[in-house]
Nanobody, 123 residues
């Protein structure tokens, strides 16, 4: 599976962005999909994930502000980010996990990674 993330950019605090991650291949629906982020000087952290049965899971820091969804017909997973804060600024990565049934929060739960898209939030 190859993943291509897009949609990042510069936004003011309180604004919104929608990230997209397009996947190649015919088996997209069989993967758990996740979004992670990494800010400068910090470790990569789980943001949100959606299972094959569209169950979702979120980091506490983004609950109520971010929404993950998937469109299996388009082989795409989305991350709608609302009420953005400066601390949300990071490179966002999408990931696909083929060996898990539920949404994992560890990077090691995922087999494939996109190249990352930069999100910058100005205060």
């Amino acid at each position: 599976v190859q993943l291509q993330a897009s949609g990042g950019g510069l936004v003011q605090a309180g604004g919104c962005l929608r990230l997209s991650c397009a996947a190649s291949g015919r088996t997209f629906s069989s993967y758990v999909m996740g979004w992670f982020r990494q800010a400068p000087g910090k470790e990569r952290e789980f943001v949100a994930g959606v299972s094959k049965s569209t169950n979702t899971r979120y980091a506490d820091s983004v609950k109520g502000r971010f929404t993950i969804s998937r469109d299996n017909d388009k082989n795409t997973v989305y991350l709608q980010m609302n009420s953005l804060k400066p601390e949300d600024a990071a490179v966002y990565y999408c990931a696909a996990g083929g060996g898990i049934l539920w949404v994992g929060v560890r990077g090691s739960d995922y087999n494939y990674w996109g190249q990352g898209t930069q999100v910058t939030v100005s205060s």
